[in-house]
């Protein structure tokens, strides 16, 4: 692993400014897809990953649960994950080679 010093004016966090090529950006795999499929963006460093980062859905009970909080929890689940609680060391989106 190598370390890289950079030294910048101007420090951001943003996808439109990596979009309209002025810096980079850190961002999930599905949230910057489309551009990167597109040739918008460019994956710089294709051997890293961010670890995963469990999502917890936290409620009193199910006893009255009402049915939109129920499936307000299933959709969360649906599209964020498995049922189970990943492993610390677990990525959330595995490096792709290339």
Same mark, same amino acid.
């Given at each position: 692993?190598?370390?890289?010093?950079?030294?910048?004016?101007?420090?951001?966090?943003?996808?439109?400014?990596? +979009?309209?090529?002025?810096? +980079?950006?850190?961002?999930?795999?599905?949230?910057? $897809?489309?551009?990167?499929?597109?040739?918008?963006?460019?994956?710089?460093?294709?051997?890293?990953?961010?670890?995963?980062?469990?999502?917890?859905?936290?409620?009193?009970?199910?006893?009255?649960?009402?049915?939109?909080?129920?499936?307000?929890?299933?959709?969360?689940?649906?599209?964020?994950?498995?049922?189970?609680?990943?492993?610390?060391?677990? $990525?959330?989106?595995?490096?792709?080679?290339?």
């Amino acid at each position: 692993m190598q370390s890289v010093a950079v030294r910048a004016r101007l420090s951001c966090h943003g996808l439109i400014l990596a +979009i309209d090529g002025v810096g +980079i950006t850190l961002a999930e795999n599905r949230r910057v $897809e489309q551009y990167v499929t597109a040739g918008q963006l460019v994956r710089v460093l294709p051997e890293w990953s961010l670890p995963r980062t469990p999502l917890w859905a936290v409620f009193p009970g199910r006893k009255l649960m009402p049915a939109r909080t129920r499936v307000f929890i299933d959709a969360l689940a649906a599209k964020f994950g498995a049922p189970r609680s990943p492993g610390p060391n677990e $990525e959330v989106f595995p490096a792709r080679g290339g």
